[in-house]
C-alpha cells in the first residue's frame, strides 16, 4: 500500500526558511512525479510545485513559488524535498506531497496523497 508521509512544517519568522520532506513507500518512486500542493484556511488546495519522473531540469513551480521554493527528488531515499526560502506570512498552510503518473499542476491528476505537514509564517 503507497504511503506518503510529510515533515518538516514548523512555525517560522517571515524571510525564513523550511525545507519539507516526503517519504515514500509502497510504490516504485522512481516512475512517479511528485507535487506538492497547500491549502490554507478557507481556501482550496493549490499547486505549489511538481518535479517529473526525469527530473533534472524538469520541474514547475506556481507563480507564487518561482524564485523562492525549489523542488528536488532522491530516488534511493525514496524522498521528495521542497526547499522554500524567504517565506511570507501569505505562504501559511498545510502543504501536502502526491504522487501521480504525470508531472502535473491539476491535483486530481494525482493518485497518491500524504496527510500534510502545517507551515505557519509569522509576520
Do not use: H
Not at 525549489?70 to 501569505?90: A, H
Request: aromatic residues 12%.
Amino acid at each position: 500500500q503507497a504511503q506518503l508521509v510529510e515533515s518538516g512544517g514548523g512555525l517560522v519568522q517571515a524571510g525564513g526558511s523550511l525545507r519539507l520532506s516526503c517519504a515514500a513507500s509502497g510504490l516504485t518512486f522512481s516512475r512517479y512525479a511528485m507535487g506538492w500542493f497547500r491549502q490554507a484556511p478557507g481556501k482550496e488546495r493549490e499547486f505549489v510545485a511538481a518535479v517529473a519522473v526525469s527530473w533534472i531540469g524538469n520541474t514547475r513551480y506556481a507563480d507564487s513559488a518561482k524564485g523562492r521554493f525549489t523542488i528536488s527528488r532522491d530516488n534511493g531515499k525514496n524522498t521528495v524535498y521542497l526547499q522554500m526560502n524567504s517565506l511570507k506570512p501569505e505562504d501559511t498552510a498545510v502543504y501536502y506531497c502526491a504522487a501521480g503518473s504525470l508531472m502535473m499542476i491539476q491535483a486530481d491528476g494525482y493518485d497518491y496523497w500524504g496527510r500534510g505537514t502545517q507551515v505557519t509564517v509569522s509576520s
